[in-house]
């Protein structure tokens, strides 16, 4: 069973870089059929996707426009895990952040439990 | 980006009644492959959202059978044939063909 464990602060000021690490069980960040992305969730706007990494002979990234010049996702295949950079965060940016595995054709089918994140002065 | 529609945003039910929602998508969903690219989600209460069914109307893993999903194009259901207490929450569709992936509002389902 996929299971992904969620880990970072939750309160940052304005202008700081969020930062969050999703620690992957029962399957491998490296896996060529997997794609490791990050979601969020607010009251504002709704579920969002922001972006995801996966590897097919290579490493591909994409993430939304909306946060495209902020936005890094990595994958740490010493530790199997991926993480999420954003930098220059505002108020809304404060969100639910969860990671999400999405298995080929199948769906998203396995999320982290959420990392609620709140930026505030 | 991909706008998904969804109706009603409250939907209470009895239990063991049927229920039924709504996605519509902004552009069909249809893939050159024969596969439409829409899914279903539940969030209960208080935790992450689940997967119910992928490909507009295969169930994800562990889920009940009395959920189907069915629809092509861009218009799509998700079918409950009779709601259980466990049910409740609230319901998403989500659009796979393309990035960014965009998900309807919700529809929150409450037992009457």
Partial sequence: ?121 | DIVMTQSPLSLPVSPGEPASISCRSSQSLLYSNGHTYLDWYLQRPGQSPQLLIYLGSSRASGVPDRFSGSGSGTEFTLKISRVEAEDVGVYYCMQALQTPRTFGQGTKLEIK
Avoid: H
């Fill in chain 1, 1 to 121: 069973q996929v299971q992904l464990q969620q880990s970072g602060p939750g309160l940052l000021k304005p202008s700081q870089t969020l930062s969050l690490t999703c620690a992957i069980s029962g399957d491998s960040v490296s896996s060529n059929s997997a794609v490791w992305n990050w979601v969020r969730q607010s009251p504002s706007r709704g579920l969002e996707w922001l972006g995801r990494t996966y590897y097919r002979s290579k490493w591909y990234y994409d993430s939304a426009v909306s946060v495209k010049s902020r936005i890094t996702i990595n994958p740490d295949t010493s530790k199997n895990q991926f993480s999420l950079q954003l930098k220059s965060v505002s108020p809304e940016d404060t969100a639910m952040y969860y990671c999400v595995r999405g298995s080929g054709n199948s769906g998203f089918d396995f999320w982290g439990q959420g990392s609620l994140v709140s930026v505030s002065s």
